[in-house]
């Protein structure tokens, strides 16, 4: 009896940043703020690369859209992911005071696909289709490239040039990556401000 190959189990641009940035052993996220930035604005791209006009438009406010949706798009993209059955949820109790949820991983093959897959565009040079751009524009503009190559935290990497570079050319659509572009700007600046208010208020604080 033969059996046919296993259909990878498809996820969402915000379920595949989430991926990325969690740790498959503590459950924790990396780069939190920045983060659920990427998974808003990963809402907003998945509208437009499902070729419905009237879905492909950014909000009149991109800015406010995000700040608004960010914690929502969050939960949707954990969900998601505990709903296919690639992480499971842990409530832990902290020096039995403070408790914290975390999401350790179930199944890593999506994410060993998904590594393999950006591998193959950013490291051997293969060419991305749409939803690899559009992915590999977030992890650029948002700057978590080193969720997916740690070695691209460092500006003369040459996975970093490669994202960047995919991130500018690699679109069918002008139109598509010019708002791939806006919108992952608009949430680079909203995680700049958060993190430049958290560290006021813990100066003030201290």
Same mark, same amino acid.
């Given at each position: 009896?033969?059996? *046919?190959?296993?259909?990878?189990? /498809?996820?969402?641009?915000?379920?595949?940043?989430?991926?990325? *940035?969690?740790?498959?052993?503590?459950?924790?996220?990396?780069?939190?703020?920045?983060?659920?930035? @990427?998974?808003?604005? @990963?809402?907003?791209?998945?509208? =437009?690369?499902?070729?419905?006009?009237?879905?492909?438009?950014? /909000?009149?406010?991109?800015?406010?859209?995000?700040?608004?949706?960010?914690?929502?798009?969050?939960?949707?993209?954990?969900?998601?992911?505990?709903?296919?059955?690639?992480?499971?949820?842990?409530?832990?109790?902290?020096?039995?005071?403070?408790?914290?949820?975390?999401?350790?991983?179930?199944?890593?093959?999506?994410? *060993?696909?998904?590594?393999?897959?950006? =591998?193959?565009?950013?490291?051997?040079?293969? +060419?991305? +289709?749409?939803?690899?751009?559009?992915?590999?524009?977030?992890?650029?503009?948002?700057?978590?490239?080193?969720?997916?190559?740690?070695?691209? +935290?460092?500006?003369?990497?040459?996975?970093?040039?490669?994202?960047?570079?995919?991130?500018?050319?690699?679109?069918? +659509?002008?139109?598509?990556?010019?708002?791939?572009?806006? @919108?992952?700007?608009?949430?680079?600046?909203?995680?700049?401000?958060?993190?430049?208010?958290?560290?006021?208020?813990?100066?003030?604080?201290?």
């Amino acid at each position: 009896m033969t059996t *046919s190959p296993s259909t990878p189990t /498809p996820t969402t641009l915000g379920e595949e940043v989430l991926l990325l *940035s969690l740790d498959d052993a503590t459950g924790e996220s990396r780069l939190p703020l920045r983060t659920m930035d @990427a998974i808003a604005v @990963a809402t907003l791209l998945e509208r =437009a690369l499902s070729g419905d006009a009237a879905e492909a438009a950014l /909000p009149d406010d991109a800015e406010k859209w995000i700040f608004e949706h960010r914690n929502e798009e969050y939960e949707t993209a954990i969900q998601g992911l505990m709903a296919k059955g690639l992480i499971r949820k842990e409530k832990r109790r902290v020096l039995l005071v403070f408790r914290t949820t975390r999401y350790p991983e179930s199944d890593g093959s999506v994410e *060993s696909a998904l590594r393999r897959r950006l =591998a193959e565009v950013v490291l051997e040079g293969a +060419d991305p +289709d749409p939803r690899t751009a559009a992915l590999i524009t977030l992890l650029h503009h948002g700057e978590l490239q080193a969720l997916a190559f740690p070695e691209a +935290d460092t500006d003369g990497s040459p996975a970093k040039q490669r994202m960047a570079g995919i991130a500018g050319h690699h679109w069918a +659509d002008p139109a598509l990556r010019r708002m791939a572009e806006t @919108a992952a700007a608009t949430a680079a600046a909203l995680t700049a401000a958060a993190m430049v208010t958290t560290v006021v208020v813990i100066t003030t604080v201290t």
